[in-house]
């Protein structure tokens, strides 16, 4: 997205497309989506739930539900590869190792089974072969400490249902850094915590990237999280990307009515009657987007262009662009 | 897991209590056992003295007390038809029946959960489809008739294996087969449903995040999740296993102690009935018990609360 003079971007999407066959159609759950993402940068992708921004991070891993779903078209370049053409056992090896992902849910991610300290080992012995017990387990102790597990030499031999939510984020984050990957996915990081808790894991997720110079993409419908720890913002709707712009450039100028929609019931704005300003409608159906713009039944400023054909990419400033007819009928029209 | 275990070696002792009177009401009610011995011109006096020798004549209470305390020691009393101690007669039979459970336990667990596995991991393929196709007979043929089909087929017919009795290897073939019809398919089905709950968890989307080959995200991630309800499952079934054999132990001239019990009852043999039931019993509460400590081995959540 800010593409800085010579270096060359760490991950660079382009018209990603992944479908979903059911039963009742085609979901489009991803529909020509592109971004890049330099080194050292932090992207956060915003929309509500079904826009396809998970869809989007488990394609750039390559983790979509077999077979119904299915990359259809696209690239994803990772360091210059691109990660669709690989075989699934190179893919399989990349995973954990250089691309990592942070999931949603601390209470499930963990296997119930296995302590702890056996399931931070794996991605060790499996991308870094290190076989040694005593190694392992002092490489784990030292994982667990970076997090802020107390006493981690104690809480290797524990095993899931024993710790709480907080500390189980805690440990799915201490698991992806493990083999310290240069592009962390964190998959909705904090939705499953309290509030409290999900602040010390923001800043935590902020201290290491920071510390270690990862590149970071953050998944989230809330925009409150986006802000606290993103460089760059996307926003999805329908599976597409509607607005991108860096974080101070999206809060103050937002372009796409759907973000002013979105900052509007994030700055709790009241509509005159003290409600909490909603998004009149619902989120479409992915299997049933026709032509134009997917928003356009929600939007206040929808004109008839905007349902007859998908509006093409404006851009605002070098770091700022958006698809809205409403907008590019602006520019054109006079002096920004 | 100490408590754990406290507790389900109680809950043993009080299953055992409960079997024991049942076994002993259950024969008292079935009629007179000295009736039956003695001829029907024998004389009232000669029938007393029979009754007395076998211990009918005293109060029920002391009866079931008698028996109770012979049943610990594993005295049942000698045996009406055999005139040797039923325990002997049981154990003389059991290493027959023993084999061919365990044959047919192996077949049902190992091939039962490896279809499962494999239908639950392609699921909606073709393997699945007929797997399940499988499974569904196995749950509606019952196994007299499938022990019947395969004697006509394969012994009559094809003349592959022998018709009845114990003797080498392929005897073992039919009756195994017969023998862990039901639990195979039960056990197939649900290996399947439960390694497709578990292949949709959070936990084996992690695993596979990490970049674990398919083999450790179903083998170790999976399976060891999917394995209690299964373990559950065959807990109960092993129940067949015991039980079953007396209808497969009868078709195929198996010498075990099903075609034992089925002489006992019609001779209304009351210590070998009760020997039977009572020992078959303890040894199916006994394995219930290693199922339940093979639980807290499986899951720390059992082990540790």
């Known amino acids: ?336 | 897991m100490t408590s754990y275990l406290t507790s389900r070696v109680l809950q043993a002792i009080i299953t055992i209590i409960g079997i024991s009177i049942v076994v002993f009401a259950l024969s008292r009610l079935s009629g007179d056992a000295a009736a039956l011995l003695i001829p029907p011109d024998a004389s009232e006096r000669d029938r007393l003295a029979l009754r007395e020798q076998l211990g009918l004549d005293k109060p029920i209470i002391v009866q079931y007390a008698l028996f109770l305390k012979g049943a610990l020691s594993f005295d049942f009393g000698n045996s009406f038809r055999f005139g040797k101690p039923a325990l002997d007669v049981y154990m003389e039979r059991f290493p027959a029946t023993l084999q061919l459970a365990f044959v047919a336990s192996l077949i049902s667990a190992g091939v039962g959960v490896l279809i499962g596995v494999y239908s639950a991991v392609k699921s909606g393929g073709l393997t699945d489809r007929a797997a399940n196709l499988v499974a569904l007979m196995g749950q509606a043929i019952p196994s007299f008739a499938i022990s019947i089909l395969m004697i006509v087929i394969l012994a009559v017919e094809f003349r592959l294996l022998p018709t009845s009795g114990m003797g080498d290897w392929t005897s073992f073939i039919m009756p195994a087969i017969a023998l862990s019809w039901y639990s195979l398919a039960s056990l197939t089905r649900m290996t399947r449903s439960s390694m497709h709950d578990v292949l949709d968890t959070e936990y084996v989307r992690l695993a596979r995040l990490k970049g674990l080959p398919e083999r450790t995200v179903i083998w170790k991630h999976a399976f060891r999740n999917a394995m209690l309800p299964i373990l559950t499952l065959f807990s109960l079934q092993l129940v067949f296993f015991i039980s079953g054999s007396v209808i497969v132990e009868s078709i195929f001239a198996w010498p075990g102690v099903g075609q034992l019990s089925i002489q006992a009852i019609q001779a209304r043999d009351y210590p070998l009935v009760q020997a039977i039931v009572f020992l078959s019993s303890v040894l199916l509460v006994a394995l219930n018990l290693g199922v339940d400590v093979l639980y807290g081995f499986i899951d720390p959540r059992i082990r540790l609360s």
């Open chain 1, 1 to 336: 997205m800010t593409q800085m003079s010579g270096q060359p971007a760490l991950l660079e999407v382009k018209n990603l497309r992944t479908y979903f066959r059911t039963r009742a159609g085609v979901a489009k759950a991803v529909d020509g989506v592109s971004f890049s993402l330099q080194q050292g940068r932090t992207l956060g992708i915003v929309g509500e739930s079904g826009s396809g921004k998970s869809v989007t991070m488990m394609s750039i891993v390559r983790l979509i539900a077999k077979p119904a779903g299915r990359i259809e078209s696209g690239e994803i370049l990772f360091e210059g590869k691109d990660l669709l053409k690989l075989t699934d056992e190179e893919m399989r090896r990349i995973r954990g190792d250089q691309i990592a992902v942070v999931t949603q849910d601390p209470m499930t991610s963990l296997n119930p089974v296995y302590s702890i300290g056996n399931q931070l080992e794996e991605p060790l012995r499996l991308h870094q072969g290190i076989k040694t017990k005593s190694v392992l387990r002092d490489k784990v102790i030292a994982g667990l400490r970076r997090v802020g597990i107390p006493a981690p030499e104690m809480r290797v031999r524990s095993y899931p249902h024993q710790m709480s939510g907080g500390q189980r984020q805690r440990v799915v984050t201490a698991m992806a850094l493990e083999c310290h990957p240069s592009l962390l996915l964190c998959d909705e990081p904090t939705t499953a915590l309290d509030v409290t808790v999900q602040m010390q894991v923001l800043r935590l997720l902020r201290e290491i990237q920071r510390e270690q110079r990862l590149s970071m993409i953050i998944v989230s419908h809330d925009l409150a999280v986006i802000a606290r720890v993103c460089d760059d913002v996307a926003v999805m709707y329908a599976g597409r990307i509607v607005e991108k712009a860096g974080l101070v450039s999206l809060f103050e100028n937002p372009s796409h009515p759907y973000t002013k929609a979105l900052m509007r019931s994030l700055n709790g704005e009241t509509d005159g009657k003290g409600r909490l300003h909603a998004i009149e409608g619902q989120p479409p159906d992915v299997r049933q987007i026709k032509r134009g713009c997917p928003f356009a039944p929600r939007c206040r400023e929808a004109m008839d262009i905007c349902t007859s054909e998908f509006p093409p990419e404006v851009v605002l400033s070098p770091n700022h662009t958006t698809s809205c007819w409403a907008v590019s009928a602006k520019i054109g029209s006079g002096p920004r």
